[in-house]
């Protein structure tokens, strides 16, 4: 299984989050995608992705992920991983995400 961790802000997903559902696609090569949304009542947000033909869509929710911090993030994508035990993990190319996934590697 391939995670793709998407990011959005203010409940908007971030364009570069498409890019990075298309590589998982052009990756799996019959392996099932999931997609991970964080945030604090970002269902609305997961519902954009629905179109992206994918095996499932998490939607993971807490306060603490209301407000960007790079620790909340952090600590949410590592439990997911955890929980999920995916084979890859991929992450969109943006300012946030180089922000929060060297905390996640070094975990």
Same mark, same amino acid.
């Given at each position: 299984?391939?995670?793709?961790?998407?990011?959005? $802000?203010?409940?908007?997903?971030? +364009?570069?989050?498409?890019?990075?559902?298309?590589?998982?696609?052009?990756?799996?090569?019959?392996?099932?995608?999931?997609?991970?949304?964080?945030?604090?009542?970002?269902?609305?947000?997961?519902?954009?992705?629905?179109?992206?033909?994918?095996?499932?869509?998490?939607?993971?929710?807490?306060?603490?992920?209301?407000?960007?911090?790079?620790?909340?993030?952090?600590?949410?994508? $590592?439990?997911?991983?955890?929980?999920?035990?995916?084979?890859?993990?991929?992450?969109?190319?943006?300012?946030?995400? +180089?922000?929060?996934?060297?905390?996640?590697?070094?975990?």
């Amino acid at each position: 299984m391939i995670l793709v961790i998407a990011e959005q $802000r203010d409940g908007k997903l971030n +364009r570069a989050t498409w890019e990075t559902v298309a590589a998982a696609q052009q990756l799996a090569g019959g392996m099932p995608i999931k997609v991970a949304v964080f945030g604090n009542g970002s269902a609305a947000v997961a519902q954009e992705v629905a179109p992206a033909a994918v095996a499932e869509i998490v939607v993971v929710e807490d306060p603490a992920l209301e407000t960007y911090t790079p620790d909340a993030y952090a600590a949410a994508a $590592r439990a997911l991983i955890e929980s999920a035990s995916p084979t890859f993990v991929l992450l969109p190319h943006t300012y946030q995400t +180089r922000d929060f996934a060297p905390l996640l590697a070094a975990s």
